[in-house]
């Protein structure tokens, strides 16, 4: 039995595939994300592109594929080999990234932006220029990309380049935009109050209240233990944190009143917040939206993320007179200036000043 892949043009190219019916060939083909049923033709139909047509021949591997002479079959066996040739390159990175220690995180930012790279490159990396570099990294910039993501984006091209295709270096020197600096966003102690009061569900609210209570990343909160609470001492240790680093930090009475009632309910075993499954903790995205959910029940028109919580818990010390050395410590900064971005957000100082407004009206 045989697959028909038609060609028809139109305003937009599209593709026809025709085929007997089974139960199998429509569950292969519903695998797709761009596929849809066209009722008047009894076709289904994909996107005319090289890409769409290399998909469709491995979903059917096993099957007579019978494509219409109108296809580009030389364009599109070029595209198959660099498919596989792209896939062991980005094993091959991956390798690479896991030997050096870079994080779970990192890896995966550093692979998606390569891939992203040589996506829209469409070239073998060997023949990629100089300038070619240049161009893909302003048109992020002017895509409106942060210089945070642009610079990650040069960072994983020069890794390709460097420990993976072993290339030449020197070509790589291209100059990074500026840092950006921009000031985090910060929770008032009301807001985070009622943040934590409107959440319900027992473990929603056990999460969001560690987060802030020890100032952690999310990345942390959701890979906690119960072997890391040493109540005895009022600590939470950190294992592994950014950097791979350990730390400990606060452990608040409050957050273990929490977490005592939220440990009798749930009983959790080899993480502390699993997922559905568990034996697998639960996702940073989850913890993410659960914090967006909370923000709209306690009426907060804010754009922020769960990160703002640990944001908070650092100026919220400063502000009550902790050393900045010590929040440097409890938030594993490697260096002082990043910790520093607290005293620009911090209301400490500021509040003393009086507005010149103040005192032109003072007697009226």
Not at 98 to 112: E, F, M, P, Q
Not at 324 to 350: A, C, F, P
Request: hydrophobic share 35%; charged share 30%.
């Amino acid at each position: 039995m045989s697959i028909y892949l038609n060609c028809e043009k139109g305003n937009t190219k599209e593709l026809f595939v025709y085929f007997s019916y089974t139960k199998e060939r429509v569950k292969q083909i519903k695998t797709m994300s761009m596929r849809k049923w066209n009722q008047e033709k009894r076709a289904w139909v994909i996107p005319y592109s090289i890409e769409a047509i290399a998909e469709l021949k491995k979903i059917f591997a096993n099957e007579t594929l019978i494509i219409d002479p109108q296809i580009n079959l030389e364009e599109l066996n070029q595209y198959l080999n660099w498919e596989m040739s792209r896939q062991q390159m980005m094993d091959s990175m991956e390798q690479q990234l896991i030997l050096k220690g870079y994080s779970d995180k990192t890896r995966k930012a550093y692979l998606g932006h390569v891939c992203r790279f040589l996506y829209d490159m469409k070239k073998d990396p060997n023949t990629i220029t100089r300038d070619d570099i240049r161009k893909y990294l302003i048109a992020q910039i002017e895509g409106r990309k942060s210089h945070a993501y642009v610079n990650q984006a040069l960072s994983s091209i020069k890794f390709l380049y460097k420990y993976v295709l072993v290339h030449n270096y020197n070509f790589l020197d291209i100059p990074r935009p500026k840092k950006e600096h921009k000031l985090p966003q910060v929770l008032s102690q009301g807001e985070v109050s009622r943040i934590l009061s409107v959440v319900k569900n027992l473990k929603h609210k056990a999460i969001l209240t560690v987060t802030y209570s020890s100032g952690l990343r999310v990345s942390e909160v959701v890979r906690l233990t119960l072997s890391d609470f040493q109540t005895d001492r009022k600590l939470l240790r950190i294992k592994q944190g950014k950097g791979k680093k350990d730390r400990y930090t606060l452990l608040s009475d409050k957050a273990m009143e929490v977490l005592d009632q939220y440990i009798i309910a749930y009983k959790p075993r080899k993480w502390l917040f699993s997922g559905e499954d568990p034996e697998t903790h639960i996702s940073e995205r989850t913890v993410q939206a659960i914090f967006k959910k909370a923000l709209e029940k306690a009426g907060i028109n804010k754009d922020l993320s769960v990160h703002s919580l640990r944001h908070s818990f650092a100026t919220h010390l400063l502000e009550a007179g902790t050393d900045l050395r010590y929040i440097q410590e409890l938030l594993g900064h490697k260096s002082s200036k990043t910790t520093e971005i607290y005293t620009h957000v911090s209301n400490k100082d500021l509040a003393k000043i009086q507005s010149p407004l103040d005192r032109i009206w003072k007697d009226d």
